[in-house]
């Protein structure tokens, strides 16, 4: 699984950090540093993180071809 933020678009609401606290973490207030490529035993939490992201900002893309890539507008 590989993750891409635009860091653009992110407005530091810290929902990924919550739902998934080994792939996304705040720096500060609004700084989001993340995991690109965390472990697949995180998947649901990664996803669910992305989904929950209110300005739709994390792209997740499943490597292992059993998925279609999901943006966390289409959750």
Known sequence: MRIVVDLS????YAQCAFLAPDAFRMHGEEA????P?????????????????PVQAILVDQLEGRDV?????KS
Do not use: F, I, T
């Open 32 to 35: 989001l540093m993340y995991d």
């Open 9 to 12: 678009r992110c407005e530091g």
């Open 37 to 53: 490529n965390p472990d697949d035993a995180r998947r649901d939490q990664v996803l669910r993180a992305a989904a929950a992201c």
């Open 69 to 73: 890539p999901v943006e966390a507008s």
